[in-house]
């Protein structure tokens, strides 16, 4: 491993070259506007901006000599995003581009060419902005990109000149010291240094590499490694099946970590999902079928989840719990199983926090067991026999805060318990995830969370914490929660609106509160949150016990 440094023009000239490039899983630029505006100012201001990581990969099998010789040098494994950008800062085309994708190049590199003020008002300091119509009028917005190949041509001096003509002409005072020194310092944004960390190992290495440069401090997913390792043995595959694969789960509003879906494959077709694990040849010998059965098991357990009203990945609050799902439905779809069973044990999975964070030793294990399942049904038994804490939901579930993360599964479930309740808005009477024709779930759908007892209304009254209780949330339309009840107290909006009483069931209002919606006030608060978590507990044990039968 060997550590450098280049400077932002050298990054770009090597990536107009080809003797860097980025892995295809990475080459998509994911980045706004706005960032290649804030990296410029970064680069102006000479903040760290991070370092660069790069890998020496060994040639794809099966390559031939004409495309060795194309091939880059390095590839880059952590800094594609900044990269592009430097690209696009400098106005040239990286190599990763194609000439299909020129047009798109050539807009993009439109859309980014960034804008100094070089008469700066002394309370703002130097500003730097996206170009706009107005600003391209404006003497006073020139551009970065243009000073910067002023300074490479060596006509920087002249160029000021120029400035300062048109700012003249524009009656702008122009002290021509002070722009000058202004645009020197602009242009000195193509020679910040940037720290770039190569690495040269086989590449069997590389993730175990990662994994312990990730230790200590440096972020790089291991996955990353794992795709390029993938992309090595298997030259165009991530170009020609990956990205369309996940442009595919994108339109379903699937958005599938790469993480998940490489363990997937190794999962279903070398029986492990720790990547340390899994031989050497699986790369080049048992990939591609692997992959080729990943893709369909995927497609059907999303429709399962779908069917169920998991209508985007956003629901889930862990991805992680998908990979034995993935992995069960790969081993018993052709003789069928009842899904019911294995969605009782994601959900019970998600309340647990099985697989959260790291824990790549216990999915690894559970991979591995299931392998060795004969029947569907051993197989739910042995996932479900592995749970770990409280599977049961008790009333203390709903008094976690709403706004934490450790909220996520309470709020999967209650949108699944309203769902199966068929649960209608108060105003509109719309169910809840469902279109106006009442039966089709709609895609990707989000919930809008809404404060039964609002809390500008408990401020001062209630302690946050249970203000923000999910005993008092529920879903309705962004149109009835934000404009129509907005801080209205629910004895109040109850009565304006009529929300009757089976509207009021629906959302698992507890009693007395449903018969006597009056006394839904302030002083009864703690009484409401009680009962609901009592009553929202209770349901959601029915529910889970419901998907066993």
Known sequence: MAWSTKTVSEIVRD???????????????????GKVRDLVDSLFRDYPIGQFLVWKPPSPYGSDAD????????????????????????????AWWTEREKEEWENRKKECDILVKVVPDDEEGVQFSLPSAVRRQDPRWVSVREIIQASEQGTLVKFASEIGKRLKKAGKQVNEDMLLSLLLRVAEIRSRSVVVVEVGHEVEDVAEIFTR?????????????VFALAAVKNPRWAQNEYRKFRRDLDKRNWDLPPAVIIRTVTAIGARRARFKE??????EVGFLDAWEKTKKVISRVI??????????????????????????????AEQGYDFDKVFYWLLLASKTGMY???AITTLNRDVKALHETRTPEEAVEMLVSRLSGD??????????????????????????????????????????????????????FSPNWHHIFPRALLRDKIPDEQVQAMA??????????????KDKAPSEYIRLYKINSDLLREHLIPEPFVSNPAIMVVDRYVEFIRKRAELLAEEANRFLTSLLR
């Open 15 to 33: 990536a107009v070259a080809n003797h860097i490039s980025v892995p295809e899983f990475q080459r998509e630029f994911v980045w706004d506007n």
């Open 67 to 94: 495309e060795e010789e194309h091939r880059p040098t390095l590839w880059i494994i952590d800094g594609q995003q900044r990269a592009t950008a430097f690209c696009l800062i400098l106005g040239k085309m990286p």
């Open 213 to 225: 440069l990730n230790q200590a401090g440096v972020r790089v997913k291991e996955a990353d490694t």
């Open 278 to 283: 899994v031989k050497g040849d699986f790369w």
């Open 303 to 332: 429709k399962h989840l779908q069917d169920r009203g998991i209508v985007q990945s956003d629901l889930l609050p862990a991805k992680n719990v998908l990979i034995p799902v993935f992995v069960l439905d790969a081993l018993f």
């Open 356 to 358: 959260a964070g790291s």
């Open 391 to 444: 599977v049961e939901m008790k009333p203390e579930d709903f008094f976690v805060r709403f706004d934490r993360a450790t909220s996520r599964f309470c709020q999967l479930l209650m949108y699944l318990l309203l769902l199966r309740r068929g649960a209608r808005d108060w105003l509109d009477r719309v169910r809840i995830g469902v279109d106006k024709d009442g039966l089709t779930r709609l895609a990707g």
């Open 472 to 485: 008092n949330l529920t879903i309705l339309t962004s149109d009835t929660n934000c404009r129509r009840l």
